[in-house]
């Protein structure tokens, strides 16, 4: 499977997630945000970073790119399109997923290695995970609390389209501790989490489970999966 | 040339964490009297021509579909400005 990672100017993580696709077993494309040619890709990534210097609100300007309107039409066509950090603030800046995500209650930054809980398993990205399985990814944002009217989280959280929940002290006061989202469809997934650093071992978050720190790599053979389907 | 100036503040629900800063930093020198502070953006646009009522709806557009998100903010101001005061 071919999958397309965005790189937009201030993107951090674009390497970091065409070597997870890799690792996965994927082929990764570099795609570039200034055009308009996804180059026939099975999958897209929005990677995590800081598009833009974060002018305007965090994504915002990078959610008008010209490549967007390839994207938002692959996703609403059932494209899997996974947002990590930055790419899951695109997303909701781009009106994919529901809410947006403002600075964390504290006003800190925070980088730890998060514990979370997989809510929704019948999505692009999390199909290889049991539901409520608990895993390990790091978290490393300043603007990652997710906000939305209480009518709109009383509909996603009826619906079931929380994808992971933070386990342990919330990091950023986040409303219902949501990490993460999916839309109905289960094709596009926004999280905060950067799965594409828990894709090896020995660089990745360390626990005492076995085979710690390979979390994230399950989030991108999970498409994989969606695509063969 | 003419002005525009769009106002946005984050929405009175979600807390500012900012703001936050702000009036603590205001307390700790003795403003008691400020009780809180919320920060907002001001956007100032330039604008070739004569403000028309088109104009200012369009800006309305702009400020709701690009400056503001408001799923998280609203818009509290556009209006125009006239040249002499912008010089100032």
């Known amino acids: 499977m071919r999958v397309g990672v965005v790189t937009f100017p201030g993107t951090l993580d674009d390497r970091d997630a065409q070597r997870a696709v890799r690792l996965a077993g994927h082929e990764p494309v570099a795609l570039w945000h200034g055009e308009h040619d996804l180059q026939g890709v099975d999958a897209l990534v929005l990677p995590g970073g800081f598009s833009y210097g974060d002018y305007l609100r965090c994504g915002a300007i990078a959610s008008l790119s010209p490549i967007m309107t390839e994207v938002v039409d692959a996703a609403n066509r059932g494209m899997p399109v996974l947002g990590i950090c930055n790419g899951f603030q695109m997303l909701a800046e781009a009106r994919l997923l529901p809410g947006g995500l ?116 399950e989030i991108f053979k999970s498409a994989l999966e969606a695509v063969a389907a | 040339m003419a002005l525009i100036v769009v106002d ?28 809180d502070v919320r920060v907002g953006k001001r956007f100032e646009l330039r604008v070739d021509g004569e403000v028309t009522d088109a104009l200012l709806a369009q800006v309305r557009e702009v400020a709701d579909e690009v400056l503001a998100n408001t799923v998280i903010e609203d818009v509290v101001g556009v209006s125009a400005v006239d040249e002499a005061q912008a010089a100032r």
């Open chain 2, 8 to 35: 946005v503040m984050p929405k009175a629900e979600i807390l500012d964490p900012q703001g936050k800063a702000v009036t603590r930093a205001l307390a700790r020198l003795g403003h008691e009297a400020v009780g």
């Open chain 1, 102 to 217: 403002v600075r964390n209650e504290t006003g800190l930054f925070v980088r730890r290695d998060q514990r979370l809980r997989v809510e929704r398993t019948t999505t692009a990205w999390t199909n290889r995970f049991e539901s409520g399985q608990e895993i390990v990814i790091p978290l490393k944002n300043g603007e990652g609390r997710f906000v939305a009217t209480p009518e709109e989280v009383a509909r996603l959280e009826g619906e079931g389209l929380v994808a992971f929940r933070y386990l342990g002290e919330n990091p950023n006061g986040s409303i219902d501790d949501i990490a993460g989202l999916s839309n109905a469809a289960g094709n596009v997934v926004g999280l905060m989490p950067h799965p594409e650093h828990a894709v090896e071992l020995g660089f990745g978050p360390t626990t005492t489970r076995m085979k710690a720190g390979l979390d994230g790599l």
